[in-house]
């Protein structure tokens, strides 16, 4: 018997990110009682201001910016029903090759070993059965991304602890399937550059590499509205533009790679608490 509620503990670069990659798994879970931990280690300063401004263009406040995706982040959190809420605080570095990257304070520029060790406190605090976190690339290259895969893995290694972890990623059926729908609904999806393809790992895995499959339909409608709660960076959440139900339909299973084990379950597996209830 644990002395404690089993605890799932999230980790993620940014206010949004939460509700694209674990929304899912964040609302099933509180539903079913387990405490769920929202590990934010960026504040989102890159991301657009009032009116869509960009950053670096005139009237972009990333200190604004940062404030009212706080708000907005708080917001997700009460609609995925998220028990805990843990910012880390770091400035958003923005895209790979900006400016930002190199900035006072920025997550990419960081030593690993300071931000793994401020988590390594929050994970002997809430220790957790289950981590979620990016894989080492950052799903898709943000730096922030990789940055969050990398402080994840020293801090486990630095508390010695030894959870299930996962990292997030899709699986390349859905990546052509959500192409498909993207371009029925006007956006600009272009197929990637093969040209381009040995410079810049391929997004998600094949199907047969995907340890674990979690459904996550029924809570499909919370995880739209999480997303639907960062209004302020709607220009760039391209899954609100297909409705809540084509978005349930085509986002209700959240898929990832089982990298630490103690259980022993067999994998392909369709929860990532098999093995410890």
Not at 121 to 148: K, S
Not at 156 to 184: C, D, H, I, N
């Amino acid at each position: 018997m644990v002395d404690r509620p089993l605890t799932l503990l999230a980790v993620h670069a940014h206010p949004d990110d939460e509700a694209t990659g674990t929304g899912g798994v964040l609302a099933r879970y509180a539903a079913e009682g387990i405490r769920t931990v929202l590990v934010t280690c960026t504040d989102g300063g890159c991301g657009d201001g009032p009116g869509g401004v960009k950053p670096g263009e005139p009237g972009h406040d990333p200190a604004a910016v940062a404030a009212m995706r706080r708000q907005e982040l708080e917001a997700s959190c009460a609609v995925l029903k998220v028990s805990h809420l843990e910012l880390l605080g770091y400035a958003d570095s923005g895209m790979m090759g900006w400016s930002a990257n190199d900035a006072p304070g920025a997550f990419w520029r960081t030593p690993v070993e300071e931000g793994a060790a401020r988590l390594a406190e929050l994970l002997r605090h809430y220790r957790p059965d289950v981590v979620v976190t990016y894989d080492e690339n950052g799903f898709y290259g943000h730096p922030d991304h990789i940055q969050a895969n990398r402080v994840t893995m020293a801090a486990l290694a630095m508390t010695g602890m030894t959870p299930k972890v996962y990292w997030t990623t899709a699986p390349r059926s859905m990546m052509q399937r959500f192409g498909e729908v993207m371009r029925e609904l006007g956006a600009d999806w272009e197929e990637p550059d093969p040209a381009e393809a040995t410079a810049m790992p391929e997004i998600g895995l094949p199907d047969e590499e995907i340890t674990t499959w979690v459904d996550t339909t029924e809570f499909g409608g919370q995880k739209f509205d999480a997303l639907a709660a960062h209004a302020s960076q709607g220009e760039n959440i391209f899954f609100l533009k297909m409705g809540k139900e084509r978005f349930t339909e085509l986002m209700g299973v959240e898929t990832f790679v089982r990298v630490q084990d103690a259980t022993g379950v067999a994998v392909p597996e369709d929860d990532l608490f098999a093995g410890l209830r």
